[in-house]
């Protein structure tokens, strides 16, 4: 089985293969390294376009001779140069190839260090992949022999978050990590100029966090209940008045992966990243893996099997 | 076994309110003398001043210049009692929890019953007035009006407010996506406010009138104290200074100092467009004048942009004082539930928005019926008559709290005690006893009914009940 990591050809290349070979290394999965170049243009006049191509070419290799340099010798890794008319297909087609399991992007420059931000071609995946996408935060560090510790997986009490959960205890469990079922209280704060004080709305928050903790108890049952169980299992829930804030509160430390689930509003089969997911995913401190619905359902069956 | 009049006036434990609000002690003050000041006016403005001369002029004539300084002279006494309470019970909410906290909640839920109309009642006279300045706004910009059968209620000849009901199901819906308003969203509605009452009196001025002052006051003080009732309702609001005390930087000296700012800025736009109003136009031609300020203006000029202009602003402004209003009165509800004398169902949040959807559906579905059936000037005298008792029982709370618990710290003391409660209880009883008879009556049977919901459920269902099981817990 294979992960493929999408190799950007600038300096955000080793926050995509360290990601991928903490990850490849917590699943004992082979890596695929790919960077995606534009095909010719049709021959035509001139043949000016050769030169440009072997340009892009040579970029790509030595793109590709450094980030040999950060795979350790021990995993398995390809290294591919692939032609294609947009990265997102390159990288894809790249995937099917390889059958394989999950695909890891690193983050644009666009964002803010240490955050996670996507840019046209995570946009794209993370609205048609059918396999599981994982974006690290920019400037993502490890060491060599990191790991995934621990899986936190953003859980919303509605419909499907509780599979979501199974899903990942079963991954958790193979990578030998913890899981943690996180819940974000989010509420803006009381306007007072509606004259009922400043925490009328923390008492919403805290309702909608009790029905919340109570279903991270019911559905940590139903992980206890698992074959095979993650290291560890607890809950948190993260009071905020925007997201952000929630994401912080329920503190976050290296070998942690954020998990969420794809919208309901999206095909099955593919990632289909919903609004609240977005935001998550915007201000998590640590990588994100995205699963669309099918994967999501599979892999809790895989879990709950034996 | 407790009697029944111990179990009424059971009091909410200050230490267990403040453990259910204050989760972390993240809230920082950070409110100064300036934002504090906004706050005030930004709550006030814009709940009465754009459709009560139309209601209050017919009862005073142009002394209802006076019923604006008397009925602000009542809401500041009221308001500074209101902070002392705020402060003194550690508790965040409404003069619901703080009775509830300092005098039992048989007292809390005779408040609660006030409140349902200052918040509930208030938005639905509120939405009217909205409708009024919408159909002003459509005749001016597109020659289209919304027929009265679809725009008055059935006293006013209609059958149903249909843009009453409208804007309360927007705000109900807005609230359920999780809407709120932010300190700069009201900001921006105090400049658009101020600045529409602002240039009616720049405008206004023009048509300066004094033959319209001849008959000052025609119905002699009874009739000025009566119109102080219906105007006390442009003056809610002001509370909203009292309750973000805890917010506030210094609050010993800045709290006293914001409500008298706050005041006397409503107040001197308030007289200013009053006194405006009253030399425009002959004080006959106030009775059932729709979008009032609107259409004096046009009178004035002889055009229709500058009416134009003004109802484009009072639609703005209202929308947002709607959606607050409304706001509040769903999360009342929502203490009170919490507190185990409604039902559960009030206290449900929705999963997917984290809002408390079925009780804004149920406020949504009241304030509408309201909004859409009864005529602007009962509404506005039931929302001022239930806030008038409402700070009446705060302003007592004030007294008997001094004697029951004088050494418990006070972020704010009022000045001038014993005097300033007892003033503030007597301007209170003074304009409560000139409404009409009807006001004070229908007020009686509501607070009579919430007593009797108490009664029979409240007691019995109350969180505070001895040896009570947690009803959070058997729900689930």
Known sequence: ??????????????????????????????????????????????????E??????????????????????????????????????????????????????????AGALGRV????????????????????????????????????????????????????????????????????????????????????????????????????????????????????????????TDWEEAIEEIGWEDGDLLAVGSSTAGPLERVFLGSRSSRIVRHSPVPVVVVPRAATQALAERAERR | MATLLQQAFR???????????????????????????????????????????????????????????????????????????????????????????????VVAMGVAACLLLEYGVSSAAVAVGWSQYLNQLLGNLFGFRIPDALSQSPEGGGVLNLPAVVLVALCALLLIRGASESATVNAIMVVIKVAVLVMFVVIGVTGWNSDNFADFAPFGVTGITGAAGIIFFAYIGLDAVSTAGEEVRNPRRTMPV????????????????????????PQAAFEGQEAGLAAILEQVVGASWPGTVLAAGAVISIFSVTLVTIYGQTRILFAIGRDGMLPRFFQRVNARTSTPVNNTVVVAVAVGLLAGLLPINFLAEMTSIGTLVAFLVVSVGVMVLRR?????????????????????????????????????????????????????????????????????????
């Open chain 1, 52 to 109: 440009y191509q072997d340009y892009l070419d040579r970029g790509a290799q030595e793109a590709v001779e450094r980030a040999r340099g950060l795979v350790p010798a021990e995993r398995a890794a390809a290294f591919v140069v692939t032609r294609a008319r947009s990265t997102s297909a390159g990288l894809l087609q790249v995937a099917q190839e390889h059958r394989a399991r999950l695909l890891v992007l690193g983050s644009s420059t």
């Open chain 1, 117 to 240: 931000a996507f840019g046209s071609v995570a946009d794209r995946l993370l609205h048609s992949s059918p396999l599981p996408v994982v974006l690290g935060p920019r400037g993502f560090r490890c060491r060599p022999a990191a790991r995934v510790r621990r899986v936190t997986v953003a859980f919303g009490a509605t419909e499907g978050s509780g599979e979501l959960v199974v899903a990942l205890a079963g991954v958790a469990a193979r990578a030998g990590a913890a899981l943690r079922v996180a819940s974000f209280a989010v509420r803006p704060r009381t306007p007072l100029t509606a004259g009922i004080g400043a925490h009328a709305e923390d008492a919403v928050a805290h309702e909608w966090a009790a029905d919340a903790e109570h279903a991270q108890r019911a559905v940590l049952e139903e992980v206890a209940r698992l074959p095979q169980r993650p290291s560890a299992a607890g809950s948190a829930v993260g009071y905020g």
């Open chain 1, 1 to 50: 089985m294979t992960l493929v990591v999408g190799l950007p050809r600038d300096e955000r290349a080793s926050a995509a293969v360290q990601l991928g070979v903490m990850l490849a290394a917590s699943l004992d999965e082979d890596l695929v390294v790919c960077t995606v170049v534009p095909p010719p243009w049709p021959p035509g006049m001139g043949r000016v376009d050769a």
């Open chain 2, 404 to 476: 029951t618990a004088p050494d418990l710290p006070r972020g704010f003391r009022v000045p001038g005690y014993p005097v300033t409660p007892i003033l503030s209880i007597a301007g209170c009883l003074w304009i409560i006893i000139d409404l009409r008879a009807i006001t004070i009556a229908v007020f009686a049977i509501w607070v009579a009914v919430v007593l009797v919901w108490y009664f029979t459920y409240g007691i019995r269902h109350s969180r505070l009940r001895p040896a009570a099981t947690d009803p959070h817990e058997d729900a689930r």
């Open chain 2, 258 to 281: 914001a409500i008298l700012l706050a005041l006397l800025t409503v107040t001197v736009v308030y007289v200013a467009v009053a006194l405006v109003a009253v030399a425009a136009q």
């Open chain 2, 11 to 105: 009091r909410k434990p200050v230490g267990r309110a403040a453990a259910e609000t204050d989760d972390d002690g993240r809230l920082v003050r950070s409110l100064g003398l300036f934002q504090l000041t906004m706050i005030g006016v930004g709550a006030t403005i814009g709940t009465g001043i754009f459709f009560v001369l139309t209601e209050a002029v017919p009862v005073a004539g142009p002394a209802v210049i006076w019923s604006f300084v008397i009925a602000g002279v009542v809401a500041g006494l009221t308001a500074v009692c209101y902070a002392e309470l705020a402060s003194a019970v550690p508790v965040s909410g409404s003069s619901y929890s703080y009775a509830y906290a300092t005098l039992g909640e």
